[in-house]
């Protein structure tokens, strides 16, 4: 099976067919897809113009997409190494019990779904690094109250999310499921409201 990088060369490589280099790059989201597969592949494809069943794209646009996608990912694997050092030091200290930020951290580990979006339509609109960047810088800070991409403070309680943890608090501007644990007990509690509201 390819990994990320051998996929990226070919995505790259002009002796490939377009339909090939097309692709490799969707192979790419089975390897790193922080939206998940298919809202990672629409922001691709709508960011870069061209159509999600486009077997002749135009191979500047997937190489335009392929960069953004590595760009994400390198920022991606900087905060895992960052994670593992974290941890090692942790187990050396004696704390050999993960916490719940590490609950949540194992289920993204590889960076799938890292932001998971249920609506493959509905994700954020900029670049995939910056999105990542907002969302570690939210990890390290103290509990907040909205969105750690966009800033919505309109955050719904959802089930049945195609992804696990199969519910929680969703944003509704940005459509990303928002870790718990970088949210205060008050925000969490005001998604479930919300999600009373909607349903009644």
């Known amino acids: 099976m390819a990994g990320f990088r051998s996929l990226a060369r070919q995505v790259r490589d002009p002796r490939c067919d377009l339909a090939l280099r097309r692709y490799s790059l969707r192979k790419c989201l089975e390897r790193f897809a922080p939206y998940g597969h298919r809202a990672t592949w629409d922001h691709l494809c709508t960011h870069w113009g061209f159509g999600p069943e486009d077997r002749s794209a135009d191979p500047?646009?997937?190489v335009a997409a392929l960069e953004e996608l590595e760009e994400a990912r390198a920022v991606w694997l900087d905060y895992e190494q960052q994670f593992a050092r974290?941890?090692?030091q942790?187990?050396?200290d004696?704390?050999?019990r993960p916490g719940s930020r590490d609950d949540w951290h194992?289920?993204?580990w590889g960076g799938f779904g890292v932001l998971w979006c249920d609506d493959p339509a509905v994700h954020p609109s900029g670049p995939l690094a910056e999105?990542?960047?907002?969302?570690i810088?939210?990890?390290?800070r103290p509990p907040g109250s909205a969105c750690p991409v966009c800033g919505c403070p309109r955050l719904e309680w959802r089930h049945g999310l195609v992804h696990?943890?199969?519910?929680g608090p969703v944003c509704t501007r940005c459509g990303i499921l928002v870790p718990r644990h970088i949210l205060t007990p008050q925000a969490l509690a005001e998604s479930q409201r919300a999600r009373l509201l909607v349903s009644v």
């Open 60 to 62: 500047a646009r997937l």
């Open 86 to 88: 974290r941890r090692r």
């Open 90 to 92: 942790e187990k050396h």
């Open 94 to 96: 004696g704390l050999r």
């Open 106 to 108: 194992r289920m993204t």
């Open 131 to 135: 999105v990542l960047r907002r969302l």
């Open 137 to 140: 810088a939210a990890l390290e």
């Open 164 to 167: 696990e943890p199969s519910s």
